[in-house]
């Protein structure tokens, strides 16, 4: 029974590893010269946000389901690789980076810069799921998970558009959202601190009266919320460090 049933969380990996590919597609049709670009980059995030719920989903069904496996969670790293690094990465290439060349050699737009800036999102990606397979703390995330960074960078032309964020600001936000994969920074678990604070019962009228909240601030303004929401999980890990410091230094 256990063999028969892997196919449903793998099915719903591979729907991840699908969204990220076609949030890739997308983003291969934009013309940063035209003006449905952004329409394009809107759509490619929300394809990873999609995607981020089917990774989510994924190790729900399995554990539910009792049909953990090793394939499942090796497809579960490709797939994450594939949505959460790539496709982040070749999103903030045409939205921001695409033109950051440098002059060398007397050749004008030599060295494509812009590319290697890129680059450090799957890079990060790969390390920290590599890291992740090979050793991890069942009640919390050594560095930022993967999804959460993918998400940061989906959502980000559905909040705002290319005109509005200066390159030197698109550049730090890139670059410290992927090294914080890579960080030593603790990040806890949301179902295990949510299974520790709450019972099923509670749980559910809290998430009840989240969604009620959620709706009366309007549909249209999700993406501003989940921005918030992602923010927030993405500074506690910043925040505990400083404090798990400052404690260090005064002992």
């Known amino acids: 029974m256990k063999l028969k049933l892997t196919w449903i ?24 010269s035209q003006p449905n670009s952004h329409e394009l980059y809107s759509l490619a995030g929300v394809f990873i946000i999609l ?8 190790g729900m069904a399995a554990r539910a389901l009792n049909c953990t496996s090793e394939l499942g969670a090796d497809l579960d790293s490709l797939a994450d690789l594939t949505t959460f690094g790539i496709a982040p990465g070749f999103l903030a290439y045409k939205m921001f980076f695409f033109d950051i060349k440098l002059d ?6 030599y060295l494509p810069l812009g590319m290697f800036i890129a680059a450090l999102y799957p890079i990060c990606a790969a390390y920290r799921l590599a890291r992740f397979n090979v050793a991890h703390d069942p009640k919390s995330f050594n560095g930022l998970p993967s999804p959460v960074a993918g998400v940061v960078i989906g959502i980000f032309p559905l909040v705002f558009s290319v005109s509005q964020v200066p390159l030197w600001t698109a550049v730090t936000f ?10 030593t920074l603790r990040y806890s678990k949301p179902q295990v601190a949510m299974r520790g604070l709450f019972s099923w019962k509670k749980l559910g009228i809290s998430l009840l009266g989240l969604g009620l909240i ?12 989940m921005y918030g929401a992602v923010g927030f999980y993405v500074f506690s890990g910043i925040v505990s460090f400083l404090i798990q410091t400052i404690q260090d230094y005064r002992v």
Do not use: C, Q
Not at 9 to 32: A, D, I, K, R, Y
Not at 104 to 109: R, T, V
Not at 214 to 225: D, E, K, S
């Open 214 to 225: 959620l709706f009366a601030i309007g549909f249209y303004r999700w993406p501003y919320v």
């Open 51 to 58: 995607a981020a719920l089917f990774d989510g989903f994924d």
């Open 9 to 32: 969380p793998n099915t719903l990996t591979l729907g991840n590893l699908t969204l990220g590919f076609v949030s890739m597609l997308l983003v291969s049709e934009t013309n940063p």
């Open 174 to 183: 890139f670059v410290i959202t992927a090294l914080l994969m890579v960080s």
């Open 104 to 109: 060398i050699f007397d050749k004008p737009d």
